[in-house]
């Protein structure tokens, strides 16, 4: 039974809201109707609340009844209208890269690039395009956690002069097949099983590794995504990459090859896997809430991006062919040039209207942009405008405002079709027409395919130059610091644990004997499993391949604090000096200070101070921040070491390898959590405010790297 009855007999006389008593709120006219309920009214600032077609309503809390307590009445058009609406509120979710996070931002572009593209946005130094970017995992449904061991998308759209560019690409620069025609495989493989609905938003079950284990092409890809590339800890520390090798195309017609990177500003850095799972839990939103709160408090991401220019002559000398989308080109072998910068400025307005209705096409290119023959971009060509019209039901999409050109103006034949917004004029809907209206062609200015040439029978057929599945895989391996090594082998071993096929278990291994034998050996031991043949491979390993340095993450890091946070646990009585210059430290260094509180209503600090909390202990655990520190009084450091979530807080800091600054008081504390005895150079001395600054300088090297072989052994 519901607090109030709304319905009963004491307030029939006023079901049509009459009776209801206006109360003000602030600056608010409120109603309280006679059920209690308090809403707001229309008068000054405040809109008339209307029907869909622009009717006034009167009530907006109480249905059309015959009698308070009677039947409701199929008359009432305002409820049914509000009802409809809401059961048709959701649109199918995207197959992959359901769950996204967009903002909108801009590119500028650093240099003329018109000597090798006369595509528009990179005409002039300075040229700012508005973009809109959407960051996405890949397997995991809508409502899914952000901390997946997944790919990342990196969607970019330029609303450029000459049209929308879309340059659709992940956080890795290879994929996990070499023909789109495996895509839908691939995809069914890496969701929940079909007969029981999960595991949600991860790759460790026996499907998706009887897939990888019988296609030996995911290897290099498969290296990647158990790499900590497939757990950034934020969305702005993360690289992009438009993986497939593009074409640019200048004024004169001439053709450069081009692969797109993405360089973060604040460099990389990735979470821990046992800080990913916890994040999962602490906060699903962890990468939404990261963006949305860098833009909303003016620290707005940026990377650069980058290109690796090459001609033919380039391409037919390289070892593996530029065409075949499970290889990269090192960037020792071909640097990249920085071209310009994309900056995120402005979050959305409405994350249905624009994360949710934005439509990616790779498709969408502009003069001066083409495709190449990669079987991958050829069939994503195809599955992107295929795909949006599934998901946002008519073919005028393009006419959502997060999908129409901004930088130009568009006319066209086209027309109708479902929620068509667009009221054509005249009589001419064809061309040529002698009405003289209507827009035409332009073969000057218009997109011109470069007539690159093709021959060949039909043929369904792999091409030999694509054989090689191993080489890039042990190259990548191999440029991994060992520390990273150790997480590749680490990764494979918690989803190898997951398949419960042992058979699946071993046939993967059988293929990291052709990557390398240490991890192989590494994975088989501890799994507990023995070495098996290495797999049968269409072409040997090359042992010649160099490491290639720009693949770490480690060997890359940023040297800098920038754009992090320390989370400081608190208590009563903490030192109000200490406090003062931690957070003048970190805001000096560009990053950010969150006081974790026993209670969110905050802390009397040492000076009588007040300090508010920006989240509770249990809200606030370690792994949401980069580092922590721990300013805690005497009897603070004793009451929080009887708390199970400070002693977490302590302990996961410690096991995640953060930096931690603490003075004696934390003692208790760091014994309780188990770490007293264990305390080394990442443990640092933050009792006095010339503290404060050494202790963020020593943050810069993000992790205390040098302690990973003392709290993990299996
Ligand atoms: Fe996608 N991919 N993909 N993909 N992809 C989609 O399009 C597809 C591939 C990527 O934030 C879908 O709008 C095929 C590579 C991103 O809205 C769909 C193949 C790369 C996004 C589709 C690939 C990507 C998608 C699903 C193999 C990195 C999210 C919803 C040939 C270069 C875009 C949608 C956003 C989304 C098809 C492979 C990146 C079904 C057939 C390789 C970032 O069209």
Same mark, same amino acid.
């Given at each position: 039974?519901?607090?109030?009855?709304?319905?009963?007999?004491?307030?029939?006389?006023?079901?049509?809201?009459?009776?209801?008593?206006?109360?003000?709120?602030?600056?608010?006219?409120?109603?309280?109707?006679?059920?209690?309920?308090?809403?707001?009214?229309?008068?000054?600032?405040?809109?008339?609340?209307?029907?869909?077609?622009?009717?006034?309503?009167?009530?907006?809390?109480?249905?059309?009844?015959?009698?308070?307590?009677?039947?409701?009445?199929?008359?009432?058009?305002?409820?049914?209208?509000?009802?409809?609406?809401?059961?048709?509120?959701?649109?199918?979710?995207?197959?992959?890269?359901?769950?996204?996070?967009?903002?909108?931002?801009?590119?500028?572009?650093?240099?003329?690039?018109?000597?090798?593209?006369?595509?528009?946005?990179?005409?002039?130094?300075?040229?700012?395009?508005?973009?809109?970017?959407?960051?996405?995992?890949?397997?995991?449904?809508?409502?899914?956690?952000?901390?997946?061991?997944?790919?990342?998308?990196?969607?970019?759209?330029?609303?450029?002069?000459?049209?929308?560019?879309?340059?659709?690409?992940?956080?890795?620069?290879?994929?996990?097949?070499?023909?789109?025609?495996?895509?839908?495989?691939?995809?069914?493989?890496?969701?929940?099983?079909?007969?029981?609905?999960?595991?949600?938003?991860?790759?460790?079950?026996?499907?998706?590794?009887?897939?990888?284990?019988?296609?030996?092409?995911?290897?290099?890809?498969?290296?990647?995504?158990?790499?900590?590339?497939?757990?950034?800890?934020?969305?702005?520390?993360?690289?992009?990459?438009?993986?497939?090798?593009?074409?640019?195309?200048?004024?004169?017609?001439?053709?450069?090859?081009?692969?797109?990177?993405?360089?973060?500003?604040?460099?990389?850095?990735?979470?821990?896997?046992?800080?990913?799972?916890?994040?999962?839990?602490?906060?699903?939103?962890?990468?939404?809430?990261?963006?949305?709160?860098?833009?909303?408090?003016?620290?707005?991401?940026?990377?650069?991006?980058?290109?690796?220019?090459?001609?033919?002559?380039?391409?037919?000398?390289?070892?593996?062919?530029?065409?075949?989308?499970?290889?990269?080109?090192?960037?020792?072998?071909?640097?990249?040039?920085?071209?310009?910068?994309?900056?995120?400025?402005?979050?959305?307005?409405?994350?249905?209207?624009?994360?949710?209705?934005?439509?990616?096409?790779?498709?969408?290119?502009?003069?001066?942009?083409?495709?190449?023959?990669?079987?991958?971009?050829?069939?994503?060509?195809?599955?992107?405008?295929?795909?949006?019209?599934?998901?946002?039901?008519?073919?005028?999409?393009?006419?959502?405002?997060?999908?129409?050109?901004?930088?130009?103006?568009?006319?066209?034949?086209?027309?109708?079709?479902?929620?068509?917004?667009?009221?054509?004029?005249?009589?001419?809907?064809?061309?040529?027409?002698?009405?003289?209206?209507?827009?035409?062609?332009?073969?000057?200015?218009?997109?011109?395919?470069?007539?690159?040439?093709?021959?060949?029978?039909?043929?369904?057929?792999?091409?030999?130059?694509?054989?090689?599945?191993?080489?890039?895989?042990?190259?990548?391996?191999?440029?991994?610091?060992?520390?990273?090594?150790?997480?590749?082998?680490?990764?494979?071993?918690?989803?190898?644990?997951?398949?419960?096929?042992?058979?699946?278990?071993?046939?993967?291994?059988?293929?990291?004997?052709?990557?390398?034998?240490?991890?192989?050996?590494?994975?088989?031991?501890?799994?507990?499993?023995?070495?098996?043949?290495?797999?049968?491979?269409?072409?040997?390993?090359?042992?010649?391949?160099?490491?290639?340095?720009?693949?770490?993450?480690?060997?890359?890091?940023?040297?800098?604090?920038?754009?992090?946070?320390? +989370?400081?646990?608190?208590? !009563? &009585?903490?030192?109000?000096? /200490?406090?003062? *210059?931690?957070?003048?430290? @970190?805001? %000096?260094? $560009?990053?950010?200070?969150?006081?974790?509180?026993?209670?969110?209503?905050?802390?009397?600090?040492?000076?009588?101070?007040?300090?508010? +909390?920006?989240?509770?202990? !249990? &809200?606030?655990?370690?792994? /949401?921040?980069? *580092?922590?520190?721990?300013? @805690?009084? %005497?009897? $603070?450091?004793?009451?929080?070491?009887?708390?199970?979530?400070?002693?977490?807080?302590?302990?996961?800091?410690?096991?995640?390898?953060?930096?931690?600054?603490?003075? !004696?008081?934390?003692?208790?504390?760091?014994?309780? *959590?188990?770490?007293?005895?264990?305390?080394?150079? $990442?443990?640092?001395?933050?009792?006095?405010?010339?503290?404060?600054?050494?202790?963020?300088?020593?943050?810069?090297?993000?992790?205390?790297?040098?302690?990973?072989?003392?709290?993990?052994?299996?």
């Amino acid at each position: 039974m519901p607090p109030h009855r709304h319905g009963s007999k004491d307030v029939a006389s006023n079901s049509n809201g009459g009776g209801r008593k206006t109360v003000r709120f602030g600056d608010q006219e409120l109603a309280r109707g006679q059920g209690g309920e308090v809403h707001q009214v229309a008068g000054g600032d405040t809109p008339v609340l209307t029907t869909n077609l622009g009717t006034p309503v009167s009530d907006d809390q109480n249905s059309l009844r015959a009698g308070a307590r009677g039947p409701s009445l199929l008359e009432d058009f305002h409820f049914r209208e509000k009802i409809f609406h809401f059961d048709h509120e959701r649109i199918p979710e995207r197959v992959v890269h359901a769950r996204g996070m967009g903002a909108h931002g801009y590119f500028e572009s650093y240099d003329s690039l018109s000597d090798i593209t006369r595509a528009d946005l990179f005409q002039r130094k300075g040229e700012k395009t508005e973009v809109f970017v959407r960051f996405s995992t890949v397997a995991g449904n809508k409502g899914s956690a952000d901390l997946p061991r997944d790919v990342r998308g990196f969607a970019v759209k330029f609303y450029t002069k000459e049209g929308n560019w879309d340059l659709v690409g992940n956080n890795m620069p290879v994929f996990f097949i070499q023909d789109a025609i495996k895509f839908p495989d691939l995809i069914h493989a890496a969701k929940q099983e079909p007969d029981r609905g999960f595991p949600q938003a991860q790759t460790a079950h026996d499907n998706f590794w009887d897939f990888i284990s019988l296609t030996p092409e995911s290897m290099h890809m498969i290296m990647w995504a158990m790499s900590d590339r497939a757990i950034p800890r934020s969305l702005r520390f993360m690289e992009g990459f438009g993986v497939h090798t593009f074409r640019f195309v200048n004024a004169e017609g001439k053709s450069t090859f081009v692969k797109f990177h993405w360089k973060p500003r604040l460099g990389m850095q990735s979470v821990v896997w046992n800080e990913a799972l916890k994040i999962n839990g602490a906060d699903p939103d962890f990468h939404r809430r990261d963006l949305w709160d860098a833009i909303q408090t003016g620290d707005y991401p940026e990377w650069e991006l980058g290109l690796q220019l090459f001609d033919q002559d380039f391409a037919d000398k390289f070892g593996f062919d530029v065409l075949d989308p499970t290889k990269i080109i090192p960037e020792e072998e071909v640097p990249v040039r920085r071209v310009g910068r994309l900056v995120l400025d402005r979050v959305v307005d409405n994350f249905f209207a624009e994360t949710e209705q934005v439509a990616f096409c790779t498709q969408n290119t502009v003069p001066g942009i083409d495709f190449t023959d990669d079987p991958l971009l050829q069939g994503r060509n195809f599955s992107y405008l295929d795909t949006q019209l599934k998901r946002l039901g008519s073919p005028n999409f393009h006419e959502i405002p997060v999908n129409q050109p901004r930088g130009c103006p568009f006319h066209n034949f086209q027309r109708d079709g479902h929620m068509r917004m667009t009221v054509n004029r005249g009589r001419a809907n064809y061309q040529p027409n002698s009405w003289g209206q209507g827009p035409r062609e332009c073969p000057e200015r218009g997109f011109t395919t470069h007539p690159a040439r093709v021959e060949g029978e039909k043929v369904r057929l792999r091409p030999e130059s694509f054989a090689d599945h191993y080489s890039q895989a042990r190259q990548f391996y191999i440029s991994q610091t060992e520390i990273e090594q150790g997480h590749i082998a680490a990764a494979l071993t918690f989803e190898l644990s997951k398949v419960e096929t042992p058979a699946i278990r071993t046939r993967m291994v059988s293929h990291l004997r052709n990557i390398d034998e240490g991890l192989a050996k590494k994975v088989a031991q501890s799994l507990r499993l023995e070495l098996p043949e290495p797999a049968p491979a269409a072409m040997p390993t090359r042992m010649d391949l160099q490491k290639s340095p720009a693949l770490s993450i480690i060997l890359n890091g940023p040297d800098s604090f920038r754009g992090r946070k320390v +989370g400081a646990l608190v208590s !009563d &009585g903490a030192d109000a000096e /200490v406090l003062k *210059a931690l957070k003048a430290a @970190l805001e %000096k260094e $560009g990053a950010m200070l969150k006081i974790v509180a026993p209670m969110i209503g905050g802390i009397k600090a040492s000076d009588g101070s007040w300090i508010e +909390g920006d989240e509770k202990i !249990d &809200g606030g655990p370690s792994v /949401v921040f980069d *580092a922590v520190a721990l300013v @805690l009084s %005497k009897d $603070g450091g004793e009451m929080l070491a009887k708390e199970s979530t400070a002693r977490d807080f302590v302990a996961d800091a410690f096991a995640h390898l953060k930096f931690i600054g603490c003075s !004696d008081e934390a003692a208790p504390l760091l014994k309780k *959590a188990g770490v007293f005895e264990d305390r080394d150079g $990442g443990v640092l001395q933050l009792a006095s405010a010339s503290d404060a600054e050494p202790f963020v300088a020593a943050c810069r090297k993000l992790r205390f790297w040098e302690r990973e072989s003392k709290v993990k052994q299996v």
